[in-house]
């Protein structure tokens, strides 16, 4: 990727003093990263997390004014952090169009801006937000921190720019960049988005050659955890450079563990050691066409001697015991460790009425598998929602803990145990790592719906991006 595609898109908006400011960069000094997976954090201020590079403040890895440019060489970053940023840069534009130029091919950025169309905002101003572009509106809760965290130039804290999603997303073209708005509506405080160069679907970095080409000695898979959860939450626990993978997993086949496994695993592993949660992976039988027993190693099978049988599911410090009992026997190079959660069941409730079993052999009958059949059909003809109206109606049970705290609770609810598994789970990984030896890697077999389209969960759901992407971390260290 060279500077002069990175600039190709917007060119006819770059302003005189946008042009200086490209000058002056071009004759700075690049800093090479070595080649290796970087995070980089714009205006990091005193957040700790990937290289920082800020102008003011102390704990910045690298000092430099953004609206300047970046001093990285091209094609160097992994992932961008640009939180609260743009709104006090005198160039954003600029900017974005130096994230597009410093990210890989399969780099992406995540970009957080206070949202002008936000409606007590929206209520406060009396003109349209658009038009106050080129105007400088001062933060005063901005001021007031930046003379509590003494700043030599509270200025800098003030909002040159407002906002809004749409705003956003047309710099982003501009700036030759594929964008994924988390949220984009008036109800909503902040914008989140996630960035990445123009055409990187194409690019996006596969996670069954991440799998097989990087030298990983402990994989840790979580089960159907979603990347943007993932995203928010892991700088609480580890620190390490992380990127959304393309899971192998796809709608015609399923999105399931086994799925995951006969996309990912195609040959025999003599030095991979797997600790499976779910009996999808077990070592004594095939289930949807995969046999584990034959592909690793061993298998221990958690799922039948750590089962608890009041939540039906593998707890997390169960695996994280049983992943120190294995290190004792040291039967292999390299160790795939497979926790059940975030997926249901939700362990900061109370335990489901609808639980789950461990019964093997009851997977290879003809009634499950045809009322798996009939099960997806219906929730694709009907949608989740329709689907559980139908059982209700019919005065049948909740089919799983998912649609137990659907219906008891409803949404927001159910992702905020949704949240609470996985935050449970990031606990129990951060206590274990640290006793790992070699590299460690997260990761998961695919995602979770939690309403987008109107589906929840993961299994006969049409394709969707948060259920076949999922995120990658290389754990530098854990906290």
Not at 355 to 370: I, P, Q, S, Y
Not at 373 to 385: E, Q, T
Not at 435 to 441: M, S
């Amino acid at each position: 990727m060279s500077r002069e595609r990175a600039t190709e898109a917007g060119d006819s908006v770059v302003s005189q003093e946008e042009t200086g400011a490209r000058e002056r960069y071009s004759r700075a000094e690049l800093i090479d990263l070595g080649g290796k997976p970087v995070t980089l954090n714009l205006g990091c201020g005193t957040d700790s997390r990937g290289i920082g590079v800020d102008l003011n403040y102390e704990t910045a890895d690298i000092s430099a004014d953004l609206n300047e440019g970046l001093p990285i060489e091209d094609d160097a970053v992994d992932r961008v952090i640009a939180e609260h940023v743009l709104e006090h840069l005198e160039n954003p534009s600029f900017v974005l169009r130096e994230i597009h130029r410093v990210l890989r091919p399969d780099g992406e950025a995540t970009i957080e801006v206070p949202n002008a169309g936000w409606l007590p905002v929206r209520l406060y101003l009396t003109q349209d937000p658009h038009r106050f572009w080129e105007h400088k509106i001062p933060d005063r809760a901005g001021h007031w921190l930046a003379r509590r965290l003494g700043n030599r130039d509270p200025d800098r804290t003030a909002h040159l720019t407002l906002w809004t999603p749409r705003l956003l997303a047309d710099h982003l073209e501009r700036a030759g960049m594929d964008y994924e708005f988390h949220d984009r509506d008036h109800l909503v405080r902040n914008t989140r988005v996630s960035a990445r160069p123009a055409g990187r679907d194409s690019a996006l970095a596969d996670q069954t050659t991440l799998i097989h080409e990087r030298d990983w000695e402990t994989l840790i898979v979580l089960d159907s955890c979603r990347y943007d959860y993932f995203e928010a939450l892991y700088p609480e626990y580890f620190e390490g450079v992380l990127r959304r993978v393309r899971s192998p997993v796809d709608p015609e086949n399923g999105y399931a563990t086994s799925t995951w496994c006969n996309g990912t695993f195609t040959e025999r592993y003599d030095d991979i050691t797997y600790l499976s949660t779910t009996l999808r992976i077990n070592s004594r039988m095939a289930i949807d066409g995969f046999h584990a027993g034959e592909r690793f190693d061993t298998v221990v099978d958690l799922w039948e001697s750590g089962w608890n049988e009041a939540y039906g599911t593998v707890l997390p410090e169960t695996v994280a015991d049983a992943v120190r009992s294995e290190r004792e026997r040291d039967r292999t190079e390299r160790t795939i460790v497979h926790y059940s959660q975030p997926h249901f069941p939700y362990l900061s409730r109370d335990p489901p009425a609808a639980v789950k079993d461990n019964d093997l052999e009851k997977r290879t009958t003809r009634t499950f598998r045809a009322r798996a059949v009939v099960g997806s059909k219906v929730r694709h003809a009907l949608g989740d929602g329709g689907s559980r109206k139908l059982l209700e109606t019919l005065g049948m049970g909740p089919l799983n803990p998912m649609d137990e705290i659907l219906r008891n609770y409803g949404p927001a609810t159910m992702e905020e145990a949704y949240r609470e598994n996985l935050e449970g789970v990031l606990e129990s990984v951060a206590s274990l790592v640290a006793e790992l030896p070699g590299k460690t890697v997260i990761t998961a077999d695919h995602g979770e719906l939690l309403g987008e389209n109107g589906y929840y969960g993961h299994s006969y759901v049409p394709d969707h991006e948060t259920v076949s992407t999922v995120p990658w971390l290389e754990l530098t260290d854990a906290k």
